[in-house]
């Protein structure tokens, strides 16, 4: 019998059924977009744009959702984000180092990170409390820094933020004949690595199936012998980092900075998170449907610019209906699967 | 009145310690900075009223629209252990509608003003019905939910008054926003005072407390004694959709006009404190809308102090930022816990200093 | 016999605030044996194992394993000295597979080989006999197996002691019986064993020796065979069994010839098929079965708990619909749920209000119950039901189990229901207070209320029940009064008549 039984093929577990309904999703949809729009949707370098402008987020997403698969919450992550730009800017601006400008970021994302999660896990006050905290105090010392937009002024980095990956057999034909390869800049290939970092870490490592122990039921990781205080500080320190990974990034990617620089950031990154197919509740997700969800939601962007509708309200609009719509569809969805499942 | 206080556990005034302790705690700061900070005076306004003035009076004023938002917070915390992200949106949304129909007749009039603040009450209260809606029915985490809102809330604010921000003049919003001929104390003050005696009489002649509570904590034992979990949690959010307009058109009528923009912009995180500051959990369950009402003022005493030391209104926020954690901090179970360890140990070593 | 202590704990003590919880409490386990943990609840018994388990730090006391001093902060450190603890309630994580399971939170390398694992679940799981595959997710499987799942990781382990603490309550008797198979395994094996159980027959089925417990105190330690199944009532209870004999004198009822008061034709819900089913004023009825049998899912459709998908109901002879709760509770049925936890208490409220809510509830939105009311309902019930709590204010969250239990049959008995339905109104609750809730129901019974009485202990139903309905797969496959209200006709009829 038991042979019988190794053969069937385990049913997609939740994770991987949410993350399936939004790949095909945002496929079905840039299918669309190609069909109908056409324009900047048949040329590759479009993907590529989408990349190159939505690198930064990726990376909050990706640390975001290391934090929601534990069970917890982390909005401090667009306010951290700005602070590193702004910092970085104004450290590179007094000429200094670019590989100490990263070191600067990383320091400031890892700082956050510490005492979020020392705050969160020993001293065990609410995430939200905790982070909106740091938000606050991101956004404070951002502006403390700097009230005016300021820009970067220096040579060295200027090379780097203008290093593009080309990829000539990905590229097109313009009007005038010449072949326009695609480009990619460097931050989209550091969102990649982090990527494949993070998920290996949540798929291989003890570690990152701690997070989802512990996200799924706290209580009974805590019997099962996981140390969760430190898992759960450690979700926070991945988050910090990768923030201020994410402002380096953006900051090749604008080379300039300002108050506002990364505005609602913390929320677009829940929304790719949702939408790839995280509960906030914990223990279900993974960064591979982060990585789709923040697609599909920048593409929505880009189809609402592209079909003439240029008022900026019209983006939050649809943003807003798109989100609606992948919720209750995998409140849908799981609703319907729980019943299934009790039957 | 005493009885309850003998009931209440060891700390003395329960779940309202830290708010208080912080309203001491900024009292004292201030008045050892500035004795003279918390004194009022009496001055007149253009209008020629005689109304009251002073740093305590602005304190108290400006929190109102926080300090209207936070029960009604209090209420959707308690019930459905999350919190709308989308009351800044949402009173965007009330105050374009407040204006609008303002704006649709040919002179304001306290008729007018009232139907205005009655479609306006609606519109909210059918927002927040949305809201409860997947909430209550969809079972969605009530910050997901009203994420939806939060992305696109203002922009349909925007919407309504086709993208302009249309001032309205006239004695009687003037009069909502700041004083009332003959009442020396600001009318949004007033309005607190009559939303909360509201809510006190909602709590009296209703189950309405015991009901959100227990929904709160157990939603499957809550369904098993009868109760309609799923009107419950919509109600919490068509309150709390009351309470929006009210704070939205309070927003509006402080400046004769609707900017859809930064009309009570951030407010949603500072609502959200509140509650926490008041002690209550934002995991749902017990609660207590005066300790909300006391964050919410806590929030904007620290804001007013921080002004007071000649702190720009960018920077505000990094040094709130610190007093919040400090007031968790505080309030955190753990470091209660050790800090009560350590006393009783220094407490026995004492004891043992004076046997010796 | 082996003689010598695998684990030994001496002198213990532990306060929590205003309780003395234990005080000076011994307890040693031998190698290779099962050792039961007795007494009533609130006697220790989980206080004690959670130091064991590091969930609870001891105020004084030493613990031996092997005959060496071990310190156990946390659950880790329970792990690393060879013990390992399976829990009434599920401790797994739904959202990962069976394999990650039993793997999770152990030593072992940073990586984590998900295959390795699966190869070694499935082994383990084979070995054991448990029905499940290491690359399912824990969520889809039975309570009972989870259960299992949790015994596999422990035996993975290779545990020097294995604490059960009610490993039973959620499994039929075929599972007892695969689990106590297992557990005789484990001792042959060398394994030191800590059962904790509420079911008297299965201490005397398994165990070699048996420690009891009394207000945070040891009574003694007694070989098992020593020491008869009245005894040791009397030891976990501190008296006389005059109360046992006493209940047995209600007892032996005859069948009531009142009015009927419930009847329902064809009533299903989502959770059941359709039933017929009725019940007279002053009688005391039961559903039986094995766990999954479909006794709790028919008396939640009775109390429309479940979607109510079908059926005609009249009370009184007068027909109703009843698809909510409050529809029932409006036709004077109250319902004590199955799990108290879950569905039961109001944790974080006081016993006042715990007591309150449904005639709150019944009273309607716009009436409600005034404070000085309120306190005088919940300290009459109070004093009426005998409930420990330090006053009408406490949480109800602080109580020990019976008690709680207690509080939701007060919240029932306030709404004076005609007809009131409780569902294992004496899982996991001590002897005292069984006999107590037993007492009532027959009580009630001569007060003219109906009571549908569930319990997975039949003694206890044969003794309040005068009419016994037997349910297998989700079906009613007969009906018992009379004569037939015995044991071994119960256990053949469920069985389907096949069995002896």
Redesign the interface.
């Known amino acids: 019998m038991?042979e019988n039984?190794?053969k069937k093929r385990?049913p997609l577990?939740?994770t991987q059924l949410l993350m399936t309904i939004t790949i095909c999703i945002f496929i079905v949809m840039y299918l669309l977009a190609m069909a109908l729009l056409k324009g900047g949707f048949l040329h590759a370098q479009q993907i590529f744009d989408l990349l190159n402008d939505n690198a930064s987020l990726i990376i909050v997403s990706c640390g975001l959702t290391v934090v929601m698969i534990g069970g917890g919450?982390d909005i401090s992550v667009g306010a951290v984000t700005s602070l590193v730009v702004m910092s970085c800017i104004l450290y590179l601006n007094k000429g200094g180092n670019v590989l100490l400008a990263l070191m600067l970021a990383l320091g400031i994302g890892l700082a956050f990170g510490l005492v979020h999660g020392f705050?969160i896990s020993?001293?065990?006050?609410?995430p939200?409390?905790?982070t909106?905290?740091?938000?606050?105090?991101a956004?404070?010392?951002t502006?403390?820094l700097s009230?005016n937009p300021q820009k970067v002024d220096h040579e060295g980095f200027e090379t780097l933020r203008n290093t593009k990956i080309e990829i000539p057999w990905l590229g097109y034909v313009a009007k005038n004949g010449n072949l326009v390869p695609a480009r990619m800049e460097l931050g989209v290939v550091i969102a990649f690595f982090c990527i494949i970092v993070v998920f290996v870490i949540l798929m291989?490592?003890?570690?990152?199936?701690?997070f989802?122990?512990m996200?799924?039921?706290q209580?009974?990781?805590?019997?099962?012998?996981?140390?969760v205080k430190k898992t759960r500080f450690l979700s926070y320190i991945i988050s910090g980092l990768l923030s201020g990974i994410s402002g380096f990034v953006l900051m090749m990617h604008t080379g300039a900075g300002n108050?506002t620089n990364a505005a609602g950031m913390e929320?677009n990154a829940?929304?790719s998170s949702?939408i790839g197919g995280t509960l906030?509740?914990g223990?279900?997700g993974n960064v591979a449907g982060t990585f789709f969800g923040t697609m599909t939601l920048t593409t929505i962007k880009k189809i609402v610019v592209s079909s003439g509708l240029k008022?900026?309200?019209?983006q939050?609009?649809t943003?807003?209906?798109m989100?609606?719509f992948f919720?209750?569809l995998q409140?849908?969805v799981l609703?319907k699967r729980q019943k299934k499942?009790?039957a | 009145m005493k009885e309850n206080l003998k009931k209440m556990p060891k700390g003395g005034l329960g779940q309202l310690t830290i708010p208080v302790i912080a309203v001491a705690l900024l009292v004292i700061f201030n008045l050892i900075r500035d004795p003279g900070f918390f004194s009022i005076s009496i001055t007149h306004n253009n209008y020629g009223n005689a109304v009251l003035a002073g740093n305590l009076i602005s304190i108290i004023n400006g929190a109102s629209e926080l300090a209207i938002l936070a029960i009604g917070m209090t209420l959707v915390t308690a019930a459905t252990k999350g919190q709308d992200i989308s009351v800044g949106a949402a009173a965007a949304i009330a105050g374009s509608v407040f204006v609008k129909v303002l704006k649709s007749g040919a002179d304001i009039t306290g008729g007018t003003v009232i139907l205005a603040f009655i479609c306006a009450c609606i519109v909210a209260m059918i927002f927040g019905a949305f809201n409860g809606t997947l909430v209550a029915v969809f079972n969605i985490q009530p910050m997901i939910a009203t994420l939806i809102l939060y992305t696109c809330g203002r922009s349909i604010a925007y919407w309504i008054n086709g993208g302009a921000t249309p001032t309205v003049t006239s004695p009687i919003i003037n009069a909502i926003g700041s004083f009332a001929p003959g009442i020396p104390i600001p009318m949004p003050v007033i309005i607190v005072i009559v939303v909360a005696i509201l809510f006190k009489l909602l709590f009296h002649f209703t189950s309405l407390e015991i009901l959100t509570q227990s929904v709160g904590i157990n939603q499957s034992a809550a369904r098993l004694n009868g109760i309609n979990t799923t009107f419950i949690k919509l109600l919490s959010f068509i309150l709390l959709g009351c309470c929006v307009s009210v704070a939205g058109i309070i927003g509006v009528s402080r400046l004769g006009l609707i900017n859809h923009e930064t009309l009570l912009l951030d407010v949603e995180m500072d609502a959200i404190l509140a509650v926490a500051i008041g002690g209550n959990s934002l995991g749902g369950g017990k609660f207590k809308i005066s300790g909300s009402i006391i964050g919410a003022y806590v929030i904007q005493m620290l804001t007013i102090t921080l002004y007071a030391m000649k702190v720009s209104s960018t920077d505000v926020k990094a040094y709130k930022a610190i007093v919040i954690v400090l007031l968790v901090v505080i309030g955190s179970p753990v470091v209660k816990e050790r800090f009560e360890k350590l006393m009783k140990k220094r407490k026995a070593l004492l004891k043992g200093g004076e046997k010796a | 016999m082996q003689e010598r202590a695998l684990l030994e704990m001496r002198g213990i003590k532990k306060r929590f605030p205003g309780v003395r919880a234990l005080h000076n409490v011994d307890f040693t386990l031998r190698k290779g044996e099962i050792h039961a943990l007795m007494g009533e609840n609130g006697a220790g018994k989980s206080t004690l194992i959670k130091i064991l388990t590091g969930v609870y730090q001891m105020d004084e006391g030493n613990v031996y394993v092997d005959g060496e001093a071990v310190a156990i902060h946390s659950p880790q450190d329970a792990q690393n000295t060879g013990i390992s603890t399976v829990y009434q309630e599920i401790t797994l994580c739904p959202n990962l597979t069976v394999a990650e399971n039993m793997f999770i939170g152990r030593e072992g390398g940073a990586f984590v080989n998900q295959k390795e694992y699966r190869k070694r679940a499935d082994e383990q799981l084979q070995n054991l006999g448990i029905p499940a595959r290491g690359a399912q997710m824990l969520g889809s499987c039975s309570l009972a197996v989870q259960q299992m799942v949790a015994i596999a990781r422990a035996v993975d382990m290779q545990c020097k002691v294995l604490i059960l603490d009610e490993p039973t309550s959620s499994l039929d008797d075929k599972e007892v019986n695969m689990l106590f198979g297992l557990m005789r395994d484990l001792k042959s094996k060398g394994v030191g064993i800590i059962f904790v159980t509420h079911f008297l027959e299965q201490v005397y089925e398994v165990s070699d020796r048996i420690t009891v417990l009394r207000n945070g105190e040891l009574v003694g330690e007694y070989l098992t065979e020593d020491l008869p199944q009245v005894q040791l009532v009397a030891k976990m209870m501190g008296k006389s069994l005059d109360e046992l004999s006493d209940l047995e004198e209600i007892g032996s009822r005859e069948a009531v010839a009142g009015e009927v008061f419930y009847e329902a034709e064809g009533l299903a819900s989502e959770e059941t098929n359709p039933f017929n089913f009725s019940i007279r004023k002053g009688e005391v009825n039961g559903f039986t079965g094995l766990l999954g049998s479909g006794r709790s899912e028919s008396v939640r459709a009775i109390f429309g708990a479940d979607k109510v998908t079908g059926g005609k109901v009249n009370i009184n002879g007068k027909e109703v619909k009843i698809s909510r709760p409050i529809d029932a509770m409006k036709s004077g049925i109250g319902y004590l749920a199955e799990d108290r936890k879950r569905d039961g208490i109001i944790a974080d409220l006081s016993v006042r209000e715990n007591i309150i809510l449904a005639l709150q509830v019944m009273n309607g939105f716009f009436k409600p119950i005034s404070r000085s009311e309120s306190e005088a309902f919940a300290d009459e019930y109070i004093k009426a039901l005998k409930i420990k709590t330090a006053s009408s204010e406490t949480p109800v969250g602080s109580l020990s189990g019976g008690n709680q239990q207690k509080v939701i049959l007060a919240r029932w008995l306030l709404t004076h229901p005609d007809y009131l339905i409780l569902d294992e109104p004496t899982r996991g609750i001590d002897v005292g207070t069984k006999l107590e809730i037993q007492k009532l129901v027959l009580q009630l019974a001569k007060e003219g209320v109906s009571v549908t009485f569930i319990s997975s202990e039949v003694e206890e139903m044969l003794r309040t029940c005068s009419r016994l309905i037997v349910m297998r797969d989700r079906h009613i496959v007969g009906e018992l009064k009379g004569q037939d209200l015995n044991q071994a006709q119960v256990m053949k009829t469920i069985a389907g008549g096949e069995a002896e």
């Open positions: 038991n039984v190794k385990e577990n939740d919450i705050l020993y001293l065990e006050i609410q939200f409390i905790v909106l905290a740091g938000m606050f105090f956004r404070g010392m502006t403390i009230v291989f490592h003890r570690l990152g199936r701690n989802y122990a996200g799924g039921n209580q009974s990781a805590l019997m099962l012998g996981i140390n108050a929320m829940i929304a949702i906030l509740t223990g279900v008022d900026p309200w019209w939050s609009i943003t807003g209906g989100l609606c919720i209750l409140s849908i609703g499942k009790k």
